[in-house]
């Protein structure tokens, strides 16, 4: 199935003013043939987690799902577009250094800088398949879209701007996945890289949220997602079926009723939409172990009775 962005099938808008058939234009196509090619057949995945969430088998089990529903993957690691100094050795280090350079950039040029840099990124790697495709070029609507299906994992957003920016560019075909992990598990992860207790602290602590609004914000970030997997020893069997089940969801699969969590939460959400609070809308749900709700409740302005003269 292909998603397509909105901003393409705009393009047909120009049909209308052809001065010949209602259905065909001047090359003969109808209106069905024109929007089709124009659909897009990228998708773009943003992953979001805490420090420590993210593991090589989890990334491995998403290209693998990604490459079983027909789509060539392309990997950008967002740490790699940073600049990088050779001399840091110690995976502490790194990690601070890349923070630091996170940060200089998000204040020098906005908090959505990174993912300007990511988007740049996905324009030249979509030329590069297209020149390695040796497409013919039929018309314009074709120069930017290649034969393949690509799915563009973005690793990893750590700002609540970065997702709103691709949100602006790519509205029909972004999605950002959140991977939670319990703090014990991403601290045991960051200890087998060699890393001291207290500068795990320090990188968990940051990482989190950063008082500065152009720092690292994944605590913001990370709600916003799409979907949410956990990424947790015992339920590590589950990732490939979760993974799967994502991949189906987003291209509209039948038969893929919500689970209980799914539909607790959404409860949730209904219920913080009647919050009055300008500041944070809050909504909860208690339910029992079938699923059924119980109970609905959120956080609201205070009332005061009326005061008769």
Known sequence: MSIAPKQNIQAISSISDE???????????GTDDVI???????????????????????RSSLKSSLTAAGYKTVHIKISDLLPQEKDKT???DRITSLQNKGNHLREKHGSDYLAKLAIKRISTERSRIIREEKEDII????????????????DQLKHPSEVFLFRLVYPQ??????????EKERRIHLEEKRIQSEKID????????????TGQQVEKT????????????????????EIDRFVKLIHGAEGMSPRR????????????????CLSRQVGAAITDEDGRVLSTGRNDVPEYPAVSA
């Open 139 to 154: 018309n314009d609507a074709e120069q930017n879209k290649t034969k393949c299906r690509i799915a563009y994992i973005i």
């Open 202 to 213: 320090d990188i968990i602590r940051r990482d989190r949220k950063e008082k500065d609004k």
């Open 173 to 182: 075909n972004f999605y950002l996945l959140t991977i939670i992990r319990t």
């Open 36 to 58: 089709k090619e124009r659909i897009s057949s990228e998708i773009i995945i943003s992953l979001c987690g805490a420090v420590g969430s993210l593991t090589e088998e989890f």
């Open 222 to 241: 990370a709600v916003l997602a799409d979907y949410f997997i956990r990424n947790q020893h015992d339920h590590a069997r589950n990732i490939n079926k």
């Open 19 to 29: 001065k010949t058939s209602p259905t065909l234009n001047k090359k003969g196509k």
């Open 261 to 276: 969590d799914e539909k607790a939460m959404m409860t949730a959400y209904f219920a913080s939409l009647q919050s009055a």
């Open 90 to 92: 110690n995976e502490a």
